[in-house]
C-alpha cells in the first residue's frame, strides 16, 4: 500500500477588471516551493 502526502500550500484567487471584462485567477503555491502553478481561471463580460 502506498501513502500519499499532502504538502501545505497557498491557494490564492487574483482578480482583474478591464475593457469590458472582468476574470479570476487561481494559484497554487507550495510552502516549500519557489514557484506558483495555475490551477484555473474564469474570464466573462461585464453586463
Known sequence: MRS???L???LAALGFAGCGQ???YVVICPENGSSCFPAGSRVGLLR
Open 8 to 10: 501545505p500550500s497557498l
Open 4 to 6: 500519499s502526502r499532502i
Open 22 to 24: 472582468r476574470g479570476t
